[in-house]
């Protein structure tokens, strides 16, 4: 099958993501186009939050230019997520993989990746590009203190990967899924989310404007927002962060 993307290589950058937009704000036409690199010195997560680098993880960006609305965008965040979680159950039999709502793929419980999404200013509500940054922890993992979850690596885990073959891997699942995505939407990929949430007793824990909301997960929104029943009523949160 022929690739439908390039791939860059790096040692160390930044952050992938800010490297890509150096790259597309000197070449309008770059598309479908990957950077990975060694090492990060100033990664981050989403609201600025710092994202560390460790030699031998994996740090990857996507500059992807869809046809799509603003309010359609987040769904990239999931499509990411899920092509990472198949990804890796490719590797090892009953791997426990396990999504939390909005970014964050767990392993055995502990988080194990993060997704950003940056996109261009919009015109119309329509965007420019979008770049999609992934963090895989492969060798290493920081020891953060914080109550919901834990950090974890593959290497604890006992998940043994070469990182160059698994970005590959990963690489060719990610674009066959865009496809699908552009082609069929975001149906296909709110199930496979949706069946793969981490939740307790059947409901998660939500953190949103300071307070937390309990509930069961009766949808994901085309907006990347999620709608939860609770004993109450039915609410549709827009962002956040689940805590369990």
């Known amino acids: 099958m022929r690739k439908k993307y390039n791939l860059i290589k790096l040692k160390t950058v930044k952050s992938t993501n800010l490297e ?67 990804t890796l159950k490719k590797i090892k039999n009953n791997i426990n993989i396990k999504y939390k709502w909005p970014n964050d793929i767990l392993l055995n419980k502990k988080k194990i990746a993060g997704v950003l999404i940056e996109t261009s200013s919009h015109i119309n509500k329509k965007i420019k590009w979008v770049i999609i940054g992934i963090g895989l922890n492969i060798t290493k993992s920081p020891n953060l203190n914080k109550k919901e979850f834990k950090t974890t690596s593959l290497d ?10 698994f970005i590959d891997s990963f690489l060719q699942t990610f674009f066959i899924n865009y496809e699908f995505w552009k082609k069929k939407g975001f149906n296909f990929i709110k199930k496979n989310w949706i069946s793969n949430i981490y939740k307790i007793n059947n409901k998660i824990i939500v953190k949103y404007q300071n307070n937390y909301i309990k509930g069961k997960v009766v949808n994901l929104l085309t907006n990347g927002g999620i709608k939860l029943k609770t004993n109450k009523e039915t609410k549709e949160i827009f962002y956040g962060d689940q805590i369990t």
């Open 20 to 86: 890509i937009k150096k790259m597309v704000s000197s070449n309008l036409k770059i598309n479908n186009l990957c950077l990975s690199a060694d090492n990060q010195t100033v990664g981050y997560g989403r609201r600025n939050t710092k994202w560390f680098s460790y030699k031998g993880n994996m740090h990857l960006s996507i500059l992807l230019k869809p046809k799509c609305k603003i309010n359609e965008v987040n769904q990239l965040s999931f499509m990411t997520s899920i092509s990472l979680g198949d």
């Open 156 to 165: 604890k885990e006992k998940v043994y990967i070469e990182k160059d073959s």
